[in-house]
T-cell receptor, first 114, second 117 residues
Framework: DAGVIQSPRHEVTEMGQEVTLRCKPI?????LFWYRQTMMRGLELLIY????????DSGMPEDRFSAKMPNASFSTLKIQPSEPRDSAVYFC????????????FGPGTRLLVL | AQKITQTQPGMFVQEKEAVTLDCTYD???????LFWYKQPSSGEMIFLIY??????QNATEGRYSLNFQKARKSANLVISASQLGDSAMYFC??????????????FGAGTRLFVKA
């Protein structure tokens, strides 16, 4: 089975530009998580979905960040406008109800905002 | 508020020896889960082991075991027979309970493990 797929793997953009990160969870998983990892703040949960519905977005840093999950196999995390402090590795993870303790992480998207 | 503390920024261990990575947590929930993840230099996050707050026995997965001491709120990871490939960053994490609806997960700062040949 394919694991969690994220694209792009690397993104370099200029401040003020819109950035869209994409995630395809493992088929059959009904939970999807977006994390951000930085040296200063470590690994932070931004938002998570259950059955495509956002459950907790308290970790989303500000209104410039938005996340959607239009169907069970696709989610996006959008930053508009991007700022240099958004530079980080963004991970997507998924899990299912029956084995909810295990979150499977994607390879991450390394974002650099100049 | 929930909190995870990993007090060892870095650890060294000789190949083939056992090593314990410390993790303490703080929560007011009765139901929660504790995890350990490994992050090699390549960057991916690899799930290692899970312990539920109501599990009476310590979790084990191959060479990994979780030393769960509920009263002390500690969930240390023990790696037996260390291998060079175990060199990585290790994160302790906690999922808060809230019945069936809570999956908010917080991570510790991590411990970097170096395995010496």
């Amino acid at each position: 089975d394919a694991g969690v797929i994220q694209s792009p793997r690397h993104e370099v953009t200029e401040m003020g530009q819109e950035v869209t990160l994409r995630c395809k969870p493992i088929s059959g998983h009904d939970y999807l998580f977006w994390y951000r990892q930085t040296m200063m703040r470590g690994l932070e949960l931004l938002i998570y979905f259950n059955n495509n519905v956002p459950i907790d977005d308290s970790g989303m840093p500000e209104d410039r960040f938005s996340a959607k999950m239009p169907n069970a196999s696709f989610s996006t995390l959008k930053i508009q406008p991007s700022e240099p402090r958004d530079s980080a590795v963004y991970f997507c993870a998924s899990s299912n109800q029956t084995r909810a303790e295990t979150q499977y992480f994607g390879p991450g998207t390394r974002l650099l905002v100049l | 508020a929930q909190k995870i503390t990993q007090t060892q920024p870095g650890m060294f261990v000789q190949e083939k020896e056992a090593v314990t990575l410390d993790c303490t947590y703080d929560t007011s929930d009765q139901s929660y889960g504790l995890f350990w993840y490994k992050q090699p230099s390549s960057g991916e996050m690899i799930f290692l082991i899970y312990q539920g707050s109501y599990d009476e026995q310590n979790a084990t997965e191959g060479r990994y075991s979780l030393n769960f001491q509920k009263a002390r709120k500690s969930a240390n990871l023990v790696i037996s027979a260390s291998q060079l490939g175990d060199s990585a960053m290790y994160f302790c994490a906690m999922r808060e309970g809230k019945g069936t609806g809570g999956f908010k997960t917080i991570f510790g700062a991590g411990t970097r493990l170096f395995v010496k040949a």
